[in-house]
């Protein structure tokens, strides 16, 4: 099965995607997380890295997910790979 | 509940049917949620008229197991498809709620809220963790393993990588991640099931073992899928519960999650005022004093324990000679009868006892400050430096283990085979974190909560004035809640009370002044998230066995009938050996449960992800990439790990790798698996043609001309 050109850059843009979510996943999860000491400034009450472990991270890890559901199907539509059985 | 089995048994299904299908599933579980509701307060009324406690658990415990098994029996089936994948008709969202039963185990129910009472910001680590690690499932592995469409992960590892031998792997690895994990939630199940009647813990396994098997033994996935939502649904409302009227008792707002900033702050004070408190002092002073005591016997164990022997024969003589009430010489007699019998004993005991007590003569009862980010201090001298960098990168690397690790366990992996589509697949795994998020993210709310009752309205009150559940605690598992009057002022201090990390969640209500009914939905919701995740497990195991194993490897002829049958006894056995260990009551479970995130993780990651993302990625990459994960991570487990040093006997010096603890053994495995993965496939050739287009196929949901390796 050959692939044609518009596949090939579905799967480019799948990959850049998935890179962009990742630098988000990772600056959330592993930056923050390293300066959290230093992150320590009041915020609603809770310190910021804090609030940021407990909720922040949380929040933008469903976003993350729900933003890329989103996103591929779209990109599924727009190059012809979607699934045609659907309710 | 005629939803719950369709008519149809093929894997072909028209657009209205789908739709039809969610219809009928959403009248089905509004019908369950609100007879949910009605049967709570029907309970509470009858408490109210005066039904005993215990009958309250029976109730609670016979009503909830009944309920799953009927949907089980409702359930029941022979189909392959359906046995295996539940017919992959599973509507996104209520896989998510079933994906997110099957993910919070008992340690999630239960444990989670204690671990961040007692560890303060540290134990974010697994709230992060067990929520962030589904990005990974999202972007790398659910939608290509839901095109690719069979049955296990090994599946996926034996055709991707071409051969017996990486699903062999595949199947080992799945076993040993799985079991361990097993154990723990039957060990939970057993645990619930004691507290809720007074059974024997024997005998509470069997009682809930039951529950796990007539519904995963009569209709696999299938039924496992349709019980998981309805423990879903239990074991939420059992959880926001009383934490909303813990919030609401102590703020007036009914919003634990956005309020409880501002009761952080105020343990935080309170932190400063108990730790220079002179009364917690003066008890941190009799603990240390008893650790002292304790290491000076230990200087010379012989001697110390002939001396104790004579004081204590002593003490009875006197006691005999000056005709004292016979209340205390029974009393001194026992306290000589319960001296070390050798030195060997007396120098295990000695020495355990000064640990106990140096844990014990520490400010806040041990506990780091709840705000703390980390321990040590980076501007302090260089051992607080040290601290730090290393609790910082513990932190770090807990988190990354834990999240590689939620991406690796095949039975989270398994469920986004259910989905109908791709399309599902995807928003499924929206879902599932949306659904596993509501309990994750009211968990540390609920840990400051209980930590301000406990500080603020515990901590002072005269010993007699306790309130009931502090002793009732006490009577069921000394171990769980002990308080004492160490400095004998009559008034309890923090560093008075002992208090274990599975005790938050269960007693959370009598905290909160909530009637004893509620006790009763959390203990039931506990057992729903320990049912829940024991069935996806065992049905892990047992289609590793019949799936893999047997049809794939062993006999490639057998019907669907004699497959599915095959399944069925393996659940039963692989059951049986669980609750065999787990009646054992092995010494470190929390362990163990962290350990299976490392395992999967090494195991795993790598060859599924780069099985998608790198074409080139062959057999031999993948066999050597899983074995060198996997096997460096038991290694540094085995090495370092205390309870597992003593099962294998290690006894050289305890060496960590840049401090790292054993329960991150997985960062060195999930690097050392990529790096061999990629290597060893670029020194050996390329796999064949129609691997390569496999790889192709599952990256797109559907191309012209597709040939489907789905299988129905």
Known sequence: ????????????????????LMAVWFVVTFVVSFYARDLNFNFFGWPFSFWMASQGSLIIYVVIIWFYARYMNQLDQEHGVAEVEED | MAGMTPETGGGMFSASSNAAFKQQLNKVYAWYTGGFAVFVIVLAILEQMGLPRNWIGYIFLAATVLLYAGIGVMSRTNDAAEYYVAGRRVPAIYNGMATGADWMSAASFIGMAGTLYLTGYGGLAFIMGWTGGYCLVALFLAPYLRKFGQFTIPDFLGARYDGN?????????????????????????????????????????????????????????????????????????????????LSVKQTGVPVPQAIYGYQLQKVTEKEKALIDDPKEKEVIAIFKQRADDMGEKLKDVKAALEADKAAAAKKIEDLKAANAPAADITAAEKAQAGLPKDEEAAKKAWTAAKAA?????????????????????????QKAKDTFNTSRLNFLALVFCLMVGTAALPHILMRYYTTPSVKQARSSVTWSLFFIFLLYFTAPALA???????????????????????????????????????????????????????????????IGGLPYVISGMVAAGGLAAALSTADGLLLTIANALSHDLYYKMIDPNAPTSRRVMISKIL????????????????????????????????????????????????????????????GITMYYMVTTQPWLRGIFGVTSPIELWYGILPISAGVFGVPLGFALIIVVSLLTPAPRREIQELVEHVRYPSRPGDVSTQVN
Not at chain 1, 1 to 19: C, D, F, G, P, V
Not at chain 2, 498 to 506: A, E, N, S, Y
Not at chain 2, 573 to 595: C, E, G, R
Not at chain 2, 608 to 630: D, E, Q, T
């Open chain 1, 1 to 20: 099965m050959e692939l044609t050109e518009s596949h090939r850059q579905y799967w480019q843009k799948n990959l850049n995607i998935t890179a962009v």
């Open chain 2, 165 to 245: 031998l990486p699903r062999l792997i595949g199947i080992l690895a799945a076993i040993l991640c799985s079991f361990t994990y097993v154990v723990a939630q039957i060990y939970g199940v057993g645990l619930i099931t004691t507290r809720l009647t007074g059974v024997a813990f024997e005998l509470g396994i069997f009682l809930g073992l039951g529950g796990i098997l007539v519904c995963s033994f009569l209709g696999g996935m299938r039924a496992v899928t349709w019980t998981q939502v309805a423990q879903y649904i239990i074991l939420i409302v059992a959880y926001m519960i009383p934490v909303v009227w």
């Open chain 2, 357 to 381: 007590n140096e844990a014990r003569a520490k400010p806040l009862a041990g506990m780091p400050r709840h705000a703390a980010q980390f321990a040590g201090d980076p501007n302090g001298d």
């Open chain 2, 448 to 510: 400051v909560l209980v930590k301000y009752e406990i500080f603020t309205v515990l901590v002072g009150t005269p010993f007699d004035k306790l309130p009931a559940w502090v002793g009732q605690w006490a009577t069921v598992d000394p171990g769980l809640l002990s308080v004492a009057d160490i400095n004998k002022d009559g008034i309890l201090q923090l560093g008075e009370m002992r208090i274990g990390g599975d005790i938050v969640v269960l007693a959370t209500p009598e």
């Open chain 2, 571 to 630: 659940l039963l056995v692989v059951a049986l050996a669980a609750a065999y260990v787990a009646a054992q009551k092995p010494a470190d479970i929390l362990f163990l449960v962290s350990a299976a995130f490392s395992f999967a993780a090494a195991a795993f990651f790598p060859a599924l992800s780069l099985g998608i993302f790198w074409k080139r990625a062959n057999k031999w990459g993948a066999v050597i990439g899983m074995v060198g994960g996997l």
